[in-house]
Antibody, heavy 122, light 110 residues
C-alpha cells in the first residue's frame, strides 16, 4: 500500500524557516517524480515545487522561487521542502504527492499524503 | 487568479448527469494533457482522470473526461450523494514551466 506521510509543519514567525519532510513507502520511490502542493485555508490547490526521479530536474512556482528548496533522498525514500523567508501568504496545508511518471511535468499525481499544516504568523 | 478557469459551483440531483468545464489557453490545455482531481470534504485530493480521459483503477466509469482545443470537461453521470466534493482540473503550462490547477468547482448534490 502506497503511503506518504508529511511532517514538520507548525507555527512559525514571518521571516523564519521551516523544513517539511515526506516519508514514502509502498512503491519504488526512485522511479517517480515527487511534488509539494499546498492549499491555503478555504482556497484551492497550488503547485509549489516538483523534482524528477533523480533530482536532475526541479521546478518551483513563481510565488516560492528563491525562498523554497525541494530535495529528495532516494536511499531514505524521503522528500523534503526547505522553506526560508516565510510569509503570511505561505500559510497552508502542504501535501506531498507522487507523480505517475519519472519526470515532473505530467501534472498527474496519483497518491497524496494527508498534509502538514504550516501557519506563518507573529 | 488561476490560468485555468472553472465555474465556482455546479449542482445536480441524484441520477442526473453534470459537467464541469475547464478553460485554458494554447500554452496549457491546448498543448498538454488535462487531469482532474476530486477532493472530498476534509480529505486529500484524489486523481480522478489523467491524460484527458483515462481513469485510474478504482475510479467508477460514471466519471469521464474530454478535451477539445483549449478547453476540457469532466462529466459525472448517475450522480450520487457521495460525489459532493470539490473538483479541480490541472494541466502543465509551457509558458509558466509548471503545472497549474484550476480554481476548483464545488459540486452540490441536491
Amino acid at each position: 500500500e502506497v503511503q506518504l506521510v508529511e511532517s514538520g509543519g507548525g507555527l512559525v514567525q514571518p521571516g523564519r524557516s521551516l523544513r517539511l519532510s515526506c516519508a514514502a513507502s509502498g512503491f519504488t520511490f526512485d522511479d517517480y517524480a515527487m511534488h509539494w502542493v499546498r492549499q491555503a485555508p478555504g482556497k484551492g490547490l497550488e503547485w509549489v515545487s516538483g523534482i524528477s526521479w533523480n533530482s536532475g530536474s526541479i521546478g518551483y512556482a513563481d510565488s516560492v522561487k528563491g525562498r523554497f528548496t525541494i530535495s529528495r533522498d532516494n536511499a531514505k525514500n524521503s522528500l523534503y521542502l526547505q522553506m526560508n523567508s516565510l510569509r503570511a501568504e505561505d500559510t497552508a496545508l502542504y501535501y506531498c504527492a507522487k507523480d505517475v511518471r519519472y519526470y515532473y511535468g505530467s501534472g498527474s499525481y496519483n497518491y497524496w499524503g494527508q498534509g502538514t499544516l504550516v501557519t506563518v504568523s507573529s | 487568479q488561476s490560468v485555468l478557469t472553472q465555474p465556482p459551483s455546479a449542482s445536480g440531483t441524484p441520477g442526473q448527469r453534470v459537467t464541469i468545464s475547464c478553460s485554458g489557453s494554447s500554452s496549457n490545455i491546448g498543448s498538454n494533457t488535462v487531469n482532474w482531481y476530486q477532493q472530498l470534504p476534509g480529505t486529500a485530493p484524489k486523481l480522478l482522470i489523467y491524460s484527458n480521459n483515462q481513469r485510474p483503477s478504482g475510479v467508477p466509469d460514471r466519471f469521464s473526461g474530454s478535451k477539445s482545443g483549449t478547453s476540457a470537461s469532466l462529466a459525472i453521470s448517475g450522480l450520487q450523494s457521495e460525489d459532493e466534493a470539490d473538483y479541480y482540473c490541472a494541466a502543465w503550462d509551457d509558458s509558466l514551466n509548471g503545472p497549474w490547477f484550476g480554481g476548483g468547482t464545488k459540486l452540490t448534490v441536491l
